[in-house]
């Protein structure tokens, strides 16, 4: 008997080792300084698929170059698709790595991590209460546009993909707009499966210091409030002590107040506006956490630090799955009440107040010493570390907010062109079927700038906005958006022009800024005159402008134009918005 068992051991052990040898990744076999290419990678993800029954790999979508984007479906239930899952009593977590490709340790981690759970089997228990999505790679063209001067502030690996995607957009900044073929395929795959969860993992660029991985949460009002405490009180204690328990410094996201001043000007927190993939999860009441690690760290530290962290957050929510659940039961439900039955504003944008606390950020010890190349001083960092008492502006204030009304009114030919776009965000609508006569509310456009350059493919635009009611016909076919839907904050941000990541703001309507007709001065020499004759009161408005405002006196074109836009010829469309607040 005894030696039957010995026998059956030693098979084990070969099995095993043979398995183990197996599925060595690329990033091991390197000597832990690259990384595998996209078809490797997906070679590697297949494998996995193949060797478990719990696993699945689909395909999403197909970027420009025509690359497959792919996502991992990892369940203990063997369950694969969204709609198996339609009163699920487990949390969904989605992993998105390589959204900046040249930012890849998240899929070497992944591959890691899913070896221990899938093959191993070491770590399985991770997926007891969790539906587990993977995206290897997001932004696949990217990936393989491979250098190793890619990252010029980045130590390894030893060549790694390029930042944009092959149409020069960045993903991290398309939540919203989606403007980017790879990120409408990623929202589908968002509201298919409305993920409890998402980890967007990153390399950080900045300041030098001590800490070989950092993150950040939303903890301030651009998230639905028992998400943010939740997520402060109780998430990221747990992400601290899991992380370091694996052995690796953990601190949250450094962003320095002003980056020529080093530490010593002092730390800001901030509230991620939606065009992040964080800021993005807030608006859709969704938890999320942004993985950043130190960019000088070896690429070997970097990778097994995010597998700390990927390992922690299961961990944490396999302890609280229920819980989470119904926070984002509570989170879509109230959205809703909060906001269209009761009187709060929603806010749009956030600043740091001068309110800071002191704390303690383990840095290394650095000198600036004058510069013969830039003319300036250059920072300079020692590898001495030292612990530097830093002031820490966490605080965030609402600096514009805006009512929510009942809904919205997109004319047919602007729902055509642009807005149509908004359906990607899961957000619901419908059409007139009849010419309706409605009072809404409109807004009018003044001090209008266009920025300099554009920005991510955008000429983005900004403005005064004043706001009127008027009684309009809306023509059967237009669309109505109504506010009362889990989606409202990405409605509004949307739809509001105050919102920064409206499509006003991002440039789709620049059209209603330009003119189509103009007046030859000499006809509109006559009309003035006539309009003078005919109205006291204008004539008063006239003179008392004259009066009043230099400028105006001893500008001719602003004298007619006066005239001109106060005439029944003046295009009443222009500097208008064409989108309507149903209150």
């Not at 002092?266 to 950043?292: C, D, H, K």
């Not at 776009?421 to 001090?447: A, C, M, P, W």
Request: aromatic letters at 14%; charged letters at 25%; one cysteine or more.
């Amino acid at each position: 008997m005894k030696i039957i068992l010995t026998f059956v051991f030693f098979l084990a052990q070969l099995v095993f080792s043979q398995s183990s040898t197996e599925w060595i990744t690329y990033f091991e076999s390197s000597g832990f300084t690259s990384t595998p290419n996209y078809q490797e990678t997906m070679d590697y993800f297949q494998k996995l698929a193949n060797y478990s029954f719990h696993a699945e790999l689909k395909i999403f979508g197909v970027s420009p170059q025509g690359r497959e984007l792919k996502c991992l479906v990892v369940s203990k239930d063997n369950l694969f698709e969204p709609d198996q899952y339609s009163n699920r009593n487990k949390p969904v977590l989605l992993m998105i790595n390589g959204i900046h490709s040249g930012e890849i340790e998240g899929k070497d981690a992944s591959m890691l991590l899913l070896r221990d759970i899938l093959v191993t089997k070491e770590k399985e228990n991770l997926l007891d209460s969790l539906i587990l999505l993977v995206i290897p790679i997001f932004n696949v063209d990217g990936h393989e546009r491979t250098s190793k001067y890619n990252r010029i502030n980045q130590n390894g690996p030893e060549e790694m993909g390029w930042r944009t995607t092959a149409q020069n957009l960045n993903l991290n900044r398309d939540w919203m707009k989606a403007a980017a073929p790879e990120m409408q395929a990623m929202l589908k795959l968002i509201v298919d499966w409305m993920p409890d969860f998402i980890i967007d993992s990153h390399t950080t660029d900045g300041a030098d210091y001590q800490y070989t991985i950092t993150y950040a949460v939303e903890k301030y009002q651009n998230i639905y409030p028992e998400t943010a405490y939740w997520l402060n009180e109780s998430f990221v204690p747990f992400l601290e002590y899991g992380v370091e328990k694996r052995g690796f410094l953990i601190y949250q996201y450094i962003y320095l107040k002003t980056w020529l001043e080093g530490f010593e000007g002092g730390m800001i927190s901030w509230a991620a506006t939606p065009r992040f993939s964080t800021g993005y999860a807030a608006v859709q009441n969704r938890p999320s956490i942004l993985i950043e690690t130190h960019m000088i760290k070896p690429y070997k530290d970097r990778v097994y630090s995010t597998k700390a962290a990927f390992e922690t957050v299961m961990e944490f929510l396999n302890n609280n799955s229920s819980l989470l659940i119904a926070i984002n039961r509570r989170a879509d439900e109230n959205t809703i009440t909060d906001f269209t039955t009761g009187i709060k504003y929603l806010p749009v944008a956030y600043d740091n107040p001068d309110i800071y606390e002191e704390i303690i950020l383990k840095g290394y010890k650095y000198f600036w010493k004058p510069s013969e190349i830039s003319g300036n001083r250059k920072l300079v960092y020692t590898d001495e570390n030292e612990d530097f008492l830093v002031n820490y502006y966490n605080d965030m204030i609402v600096t514009d907010s805006v009512s929510v009304p009942n809904g919205y009114i997109i004319p047919q030919e602007w729902w055509q062109q642009s807005i149509s776009k908004i359906k990607l965000h899961g957000v619901e609508s419908e059409r007139f079927q009849t010419d309706t006569t409605i009072l809404v509310t409109r807004y009018k456009f003044n001090n209008v700038i266009f920025d300099s350059l554009s920005y991510e493919g955008r000429q983005r635009v900004g403005f005064d906005i004043a706001p009127y009611q008027e009684e309009v016909v809306v023509r059967k076919g237009d669309v109505y958006i109504s506010t009362k839907q889990r989606t409202l904050r990405v409605i509004v941000n949307l739809l509001e022009p105050s919102g920064g990541d409206s499509y006003i703001q991002w440039g789709y309507m620049n059209s209603i800024f330009e003119r189509a007709e103009y007046y030859e001065n000499y006809v509109m020499e006559e009309v003035a005159e006539k309009m003078l004759s005919e109205d006291p009161e204008l004539e008063k408005e006239f003179n008392k402008r004259l009066a009043k405002d230099d400028s105006f006196r001893t500008d001719p074109q602003a004298r007619l134009n006066f005239f001109y836009e106060r005439s029944p010829y003046y295009d009443k469309n222009y500097l208008v918005y064409p989108i309507l607040r149903v209150e």
